[in-house]
T-cell receptor, first 114, second 114 residues
Framework: SQQGEEDPQALSIQEGENATMNCSYK?????LQWYRQNSGRGLVHLIL?????REKHSGRLRVTLDTSKKSSSLLITASRAADTASYFC??????????????FGKGTLLTVNP | EPEVTQTPSHQVTQMGQEVILRCVPI?????FYWYRQILGQKVEFLVS????????KSEIFDDQFSVERPDGSNFTLKIRSTKLEDSAMYFC????????????FGAGTRLSVL
């Protein structure tokens, strides 16, 4: 089993629609983050939610965290073609020590059609 | 805006050759990381580095791998004798002391081992 599994693996929507991606994880965490990766590029941090938080907003992004279910969701509202990218959840902490390595999921490929 | 820079963007090498991947983290950051992403797969942690020493390494980071911070700005990953399976995108990341583990990633180096 793997830490940080996103679903769906791929999501195709029309511009203006909302996109929801889910992430599940296995071990206890300190924080859960979402990163975005444009094709062939590096990872860009989007939003971080702490283990004691349930919901976080940043612009058109809304993240929820349910530690009892070890799951998180990322909602992108009013999507734009420029939101087309892969989205990864990443977890850190728990019993992993203080160096805070990130454990990534496999990602959701979001395609927003104009 | 400060960013992590990685060079080269693409490195082609023959199997068995040594390669050095270079990274310049953000200047006031103290924690440094290398991750890799094999094509189509998830981003995997390799090693973390703090206070001039390795703080954690993964199973992938075997004796063929080493990291160094030769001066105050560069952070390098060396692979002594490359294998075909080392072909991947290698990402450098850094973070400061207080950012709740928000890691800033470079654009990556694509390593192709022939």
């Amino acid at each position: 089993s793997q830490q940080g599994e996103e679903d769906p693996q791929a999501l195709s929507i029309q511009e203006g629609e909302n996109a929801t991606m889910n992430c599940s994880y296995k071990t206890s965490i300190n924080n859960l983050q979402w990163y975005r990766q444009n094709s062939g590029r590096g990872l860009v941090h989007l939003i971080l939610i702490r283990s004691n938080e349930r919901e976080k907003h940043s612009g058109r992004l809304r993240v929820t965290l349910d530690t009892s279910k070890k799951s998180s969701s990322l909602l992108i509202t009013a999507s734009r073609a420029a939101d087309t990218a892969s989205y990864f959840c990443a977890t850190d902490g728990g019993s992993g020590g203080s160096n805070y390595k990130l454990t990534f999921g496999k990602g959701t490929l979001l395609t927003v059609n104009p | 805006e400060p960013e992590v820079t990685q060079t080269p963007s693409h490195q082609v090498t023959q199997m068995g050759q040594e390669v050095i991947l270079r990274c310049v983290p953000i200047s006031n950051h103290l924690y440094f990381y290398w991750y890799r992403q094999i094509l189509g797969q998830k981003v995997e942690f390799l090693v973390s580095f703090y206070n001039n020493e390795i703080s954690e390494k993964s199973e992938i980071f075997d004796d063929q791998f080493s990291v160094e911070r030769p001066d105050g700005s560069n952070f390098t990953l060396k692979i002594r004798s490359t294998k075909l399976e080392d072909s991947a995108m290698y990402f450098c990341a850094s973070r400061d002391r207080v950012s709740k583990n928000i890691q800033y990633f470079g654009a990556g180096t694509r390593l192709s081992v022939l």
